[in-house]
Structures are given as structure tokens and as C-alpha cells.
């Protein structure tokens, strides 16, 4: 079965502190592991895509397949990075996505 | 970016009625648009995958004859909801992957049905 799993609902850090949201996936073939993130009042967005092996706005995820994780990592959190972030896998080549339950990042002044 | 528009907004209609939303693709083709469910609090429930041109696929617990999807064109695929009732009560979100978009989806900003 396809599964998702972002252990933490709730992350709250101090701006500057390190910022990491577990993902792990249970996952048949070789998916392709996308990070989403929803700021408040906007619409859900794309933050990064192991693909690609980017950073966007400072953060960071690689995919460990022994682990089956891909988890998303920032070194200096920011005020502006509270949100909620989805992980998300889907099938290699195609377009069908499932998310995880989601972690909201709480970034403290 | 690719624009993906979603109405209504919010609507509320009384238990018994159908109430339709509507997902466009604004300046891309979208062949597959996909529609989630939103409790709140909790994550996104994938519904179901419309598909351009044939019958849309339902993932397992979706009642089909109570969630209708249409993909009429390459740009517009809507979901009604059929004699809604309170527990239809939800946030529905649509989504769609440009072609060249390598697999990412953009966002509808989803419709608040309330159900009285």
C-alpha cells in the first residue's frame, strides 16, 4: 500500500534555530518525492522535488531510499517559513500524488 | 506559473440539493486534473483523477454517483456534489499538472461547501 508518513503535526523552533520535518514513504517501484508547502491564506504550492536536488528559499531534502525517507531540511528557520508543508510521493512518470498528513512549522521570533 | 482557477469560493447550500465546482486550467492544457478532500486539520484526501475525454477514476471509498466529475475540455474539469448532505461538508481542493511541468501540480485555492 501507498503510505506517507510526516510523524510530526505540530514543529515549533526559534527563528535561526535548524529546522527539520521528517518524511517517510512506503512506496511500490521507485516514486518521485515532492515537498509542498500551504502559507496561510494562500493556496497550496510546490516547495521543492528530489528530482531536481534544489534548494528553494534555504531548504533542502534528500531522498534515502534505504530509509525511505526524504526528509526537509533548512539550517536557519525564519519567521517567514511558518506553514504547513506537505510531503508528497508519486509515481515515476506520473501525475497521481498522495500527502502526507502534514507537519505545520511554527518559527518563534 | 501555471494557473489553476477554482469556483465558487465558498457555498452553502441546503442537505438534498447538487452543488457544482469548477476547476480551469487558465493558461495551460490539462489532460488529468485531480480533486482532493480537506478535513479540517487534517491533510489532503485524494478523490478522484478526471481525466479529458473519458470517465474519471475513483479512488477506493469515493462514491462515484455522489461525486460527479466532468472533464468537458482540456481546461475545465467540475465536480458536483449530489444531494449534498451535512457530512459532504468539507473543503474540496483541484489540481492539475501542466504537461511540461515534470510532474508538479498547481493549486486551485478550493471550495468551502457547507452543507445545512
Known amino acids: 500500500a501507498q503510505r506517507v508518513t510526516q510523524p510530526e503535526k505540530l514543529l515549533s523552533v526559534f527563528k535561526g534555530a535548524p529546522v527539520e520535518l521528517k518524511c517517510n514513504y512506503s512506496y511500490s517501484g521507485s516514486p518521485e518525492l515532492f515537498w509542498y508547502v500551504q502559507y496561510s491564506r494562500q493556496r497550496l504550492q510546490l516547495l521543492l522535488r528530489h528530482i531536481s536536488r534544489e534548494s528553494i528559499k534555504g531548504f533542502t531534502a534528500d531522498l534515502n531510499k534505504g530509509e525511505t525517507s526524504f526528509h526537509l531540511k533548512k539550517p536557519f528557520a525564519q519567521e517567514e517559513d511558518s506553514a504547513m508543508y506537505y510531503c508528497a510521493p508519486r509515481r515515476a512518470g506520473g501525475f497521481k500524488t498522495i500527502f502526507g498528513a502534514g507537519t505545520r512549522l511554527f518559527v518563534k521570533a | 506559473g501555471a494557473v489553476v482557477s477554482q469556483h465558487p469560493s465558498r457555498v452553502i447550500c441546503k442537505s438534498g440539493t447538487s452543488v457544482k465546482i469548477e476547476c480551469r486550467s487558465l493558461?495551460?492544457?490539462?489532460?488529468?486534473m485531480f480533486w482532493y478532500r480537506q478535513f479540517p486539520k487534517q491533510s489532503l484526501m485524494l478523490m478522484a483523477t478526471s481525466n479529458e475525454g473519458s470517465k474519471a477514476t475513483y479512488e477506493q471509498g469515493v462514491e462515484k454517483d455522489k461525486f460527479l466529475i466532468n472533464h468537458a475540455s482540456l481546461t475545465l474539469s467540475t465536480l458536483t456534489v449530489t444531494s449534498a448532505h451535512p457530512e459532504d461538508s468539507s473543503f474540496y481542493i483541484c489540481?492539475?499538472?501542466?504537461?511540461?511541468?515534470?510532474?508538479?501540480?498547481?493549486f486551485g485555492s478550493g471550495t468551502q461547501l457547507s452543507v445545512l
Open positions: 493558461d495551460f492544457q490539462a489532460t488529468t
Open positions: 489540481s492539475a499538472p501542466p504537461a511540461t511541468g515534470e510532474g508538479k501540480l498547481f
